[in-house]
């Protein structure tokens, strides 16, 4: 059975940039909460050095995104070639 590698690579991006999102906006209304999960966000993607405000939450969220697509999509190729399958036609 062959991995549908367009819906992983959207549902990774969703997931993935859907955490620092709310995570984010939680940080805002309550300054401490989540601190430590900002704090590996801002180790593992240049430009974004912790929860600063709402521009930074955005910054940390599309950064997430690309990553989880990337991840995804790079899980799905790989898990399909290990596996010896291929997508179905129009897949």
């Known amino acids: 059975m062959a991995l549908n590698t367009k819906a992983l690579t959207l549902t990774a991006a969703i997931l993935w940039g859907g955490c620092f999102l709310i995570v984010g906006l939680a940080n805002l209304a309550s300054p401490p909460y989540g601190d430590a999960w900002l704090q590996l966000g801002a180790s593992m993607y240049p430009g974004y050095h912790g929860p600063n ?33 291929k997508p179905a036609a129009g897949a």
């Open 53 to 85: 405000g709402f521009g930074s939450v955005i910054v940390v969220t599309l950064y997430a995104v690309l990553d989880g697509a990337i991840c995804g999509f790079l899980f799905g190729w790989l898990y399909n070639t290990l596996a010896g399958t």
